[in-house]
């Protein structure tokens, strides 16, 4: 079946705009998770979305930074009045089960936001 | 706080070589540990686990071993090949919400 997507691929922004980065996970998968990789940096969390449950929104850098989850689907991470210091990979991962077990992660190929 | 340092690469090998990338890590709790891994244009995928002391995960010829007395889970293939040229994250999890990844580890292997 098909895998973790996300879109777009590639994004380009100006310093100050506002993105969008949308992320389809697996069906039926209840959790979600937001991940950054920046060059030379490991995988830094963002946000996790399992079930109805409130988000863990522990890992956002700034109010800058939001994300909803709707229908217990699609995500969507925003990112208001962008710096050059959010070019990164953004990265979407989707699980059948919460964090509480251990099965593995399903990540997409991720967003590449650049920003000029 | 709960943390993996991984072994900086990138690493480059000749096919048959013996490959070792170094994890080590620091938990308050129990932690599960994953080597994750990124092959060129694909999205990341587990490769292998073990969830408790002495485990010992292993796939596609890779093996790790949870040390709990030396905090550590190397990951070891006796035999590399050209197609596992990718980039390797060692990762964690202590029944929190997250997932902590090292930095990666970027391995070529050269025919």
């Known amino acids: 079946g098909a895998g973790v997507s996300q879109s777009p691929s590639n994004k380009v922004t100006e310093k100050g705009k506002d993105v969008e980065l949308r992320c389809d996970p697996i069906?039926?998968?209840?959790?979600l998770y937001w991940y950054r990789q920046s060059l030379g940096q490991g995988l830094e969390f963002l946000i996790y979305f399992q079930g109805n449950s409130a988000p863990d929104k522990s890992g956002l850098p700034s109010d800058r930074f939001s994300a909803e989850r709707t229908g217990g689907s699609v995500s969507t991470l925003t990112i208001q009045r962008t710096q050059q210091e959010d070019s990164a990979v953004y990265l979407c991962?989707?699980?059948?089960?919460?964090?509480?077990?251990?099965?593995?992660?399903?990540f997409g190929n991720g967003t590449r936001l650049t920003v000029t | 706080g709960d943390s993996v340092t991984q072994m900086e690469g990138p690493v480059t090998l000749s096919e048959e070589a013996f490959l070792t990338i170094n994890c080590t890590y620091t938990a308050t709790g129990y932690p599960s540990l994953f080597w994750y891994v990124q092959y060129p244009g694909e999205g990341l995928q587990l490769l292998l686990k073990a969830t408790k002391a002495d485990d010992k995960g292993s796939n596609k010829g890779f093996e790790a071993t949870y040390r709990k007395e030396t905090t550590s889970f190397h990951l070891e293939k006796g035999s590399v090949q050209v197609s596992d040229s990718a980039v390797y994250f060692c990762a964690l999890k202590t029944g929190a919400n997250n997932l902590f990844f090292g930095t990666g580890t970027r391995l070529t292997v050269i025919p």
């Open positions: 991962a989707s699980s059948p089960q919460g964090a509480a077990y251990n099965s593995p992660l399903h």
């Open positions: 069906s039926g998968h209840t959790a």
